[in-house]
Every structure is written in structure tokens, then in C-alpha cells.
């Protein structure tokens, strides 16, 4: 199966401490994976060492068929643009460009056209086509949200990754940006990890992976 997800013996060190370890996983294409841990226990570092933002310091790592350790430069970035869909924690729009321009970016930053059809449907399915010609600090903290997972999935990923998606947010709106990253994930049959200290969200993926430091 090309589009799963294989780690084994994965570890990531900073100095001599090691920080992660996952010494056997696997995710099949189109599971919805929950990643949780106490603070400091790893999630960030390993939704950073699937999107090819870190390289691990050991062991074996393949994404969607992809050896990250034989990718780097341009072609991992070429790589992650169009196959991964990332949203952080600081959801990290672009403060002068209007909505509509900050997903086009990811667009432009894969080398894909512009494609406005894509950013129309993808501002539509999360609820805020209407604020396509808006400034991000004129939208709410939960609508900036929608835009940043509208940014994640317009090039059609087919590996959707989020951090801490519910931190800065209430209980109901917690709940309502995981069930949104469920659904997109599941209307594009992508793969979804969601990294999050958050126990509210359990219930709401098939599998769980833990962390312990
Ligand atoms: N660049 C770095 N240099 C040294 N140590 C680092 C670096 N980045 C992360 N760490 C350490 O790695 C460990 C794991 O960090 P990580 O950010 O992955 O945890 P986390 O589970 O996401 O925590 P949180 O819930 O607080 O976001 C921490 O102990 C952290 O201090
Ligand atoms: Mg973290």
C-alpha cells in the first residue's frame, strides 16, 4: 500500500536526550489518528517528522511511499506542498493578503495554477466563502481556523496534519475544528493525525497513538 504511513524504530534526539520514540507504526491511507501525550512528550516533533520538517535521528520513516530521509531541498518541499496539508497551532496567515490570497498561496507554493475553483469549493465546505475578501484580523479566531484548514487542503492532500487544533479554543469550538478536519479528511479520503494533549477528541477518531516521554 503506497499511500500508508510506516515508522519503525523512529527516534528523534536533541543532543543526547531523546525526545520521541515510536518503535513500530503504521497508518493505513484514510485512517483518522489521534496522537496524544502529555506536554513535552513528542506530538509537534512527530507531526514536524511527517511532513518532512525534521529529519529523525534514527530508524526508518515512510510517508505515503515516500523515504523522507532520500528527500531534501527543493524536492521534499516540492513533495510536502502537494501531498501534505498542515495546520499549526499559530494558524500562521498572512496578515496583509486577503483570505482568498492566503489559500492561494499554497497554490502558488506548490507550483500548481491557480486554481479558484479549488479555493472556492474548499472556503465553502469550511463556511467562510463570505469572507474570501477579507483581512484575516477581520474574521474571529474560529473562522481564521477554517481558513487555515481551507489553506491545508486545497491542493486535495492526501495526508491532513494538525497541532493542537483546539488549544486556544472553547469546548464547543474545540469539538467543532476536529469534526471539521474529520470531515474534510474524509470528503478528500485523506489520512488525518491530529496531535493534541486534548481528551475531549478521543472519541471522535478510530485510533489512537500515545506518547510517553
Ligand atoms: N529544537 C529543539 N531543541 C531541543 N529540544 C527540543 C527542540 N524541539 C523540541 N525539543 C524538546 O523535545 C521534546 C518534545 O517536544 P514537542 O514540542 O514535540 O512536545 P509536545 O508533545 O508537542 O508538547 P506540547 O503539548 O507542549 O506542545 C520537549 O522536551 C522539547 O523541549
Ligand atoms: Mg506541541
Known sequence: MPREIIAAGLEQRYGSSVVLRVPEWR??????????????????????LLAGLLTP???????LGADLRSLAGRTLDRWRSR??????????????????ANVRLAQYLAGLPQDDAAIDSA?????VADKAERLPRELSQGEQQRVAIARAVVNGPAL??????TASLDDESAVRAADLLIEEARRRQATLVVGTHDARLKSRFEKTLVLRK
Open 27 to 48: 497508518v493505513a491511507a484514510g485512517e483518522r489518528w489521534l496522537v496524544v501525550g502529555s506536554s513535552g512528550s513528542g506530538k509537534t516533533t512527530l507531526l514536524h
Open 57 to 63: 535521528s534514527a530508524g526508518a520513516l515512510s510517508v
Open 83 to 100: 501531498n501534505v496539508g498542515i495546520v499549526l497551532q499559530a494558524l500562521h496567515l498572512v496578515g496583509h493578503l486577503s483570505v482568498r
Open 123 to 127: 472556503l465553502a465546505s469550511l463556511g
Open 160 to 165: 491532513l496534519l494538525a497541532d493542537e487544533p
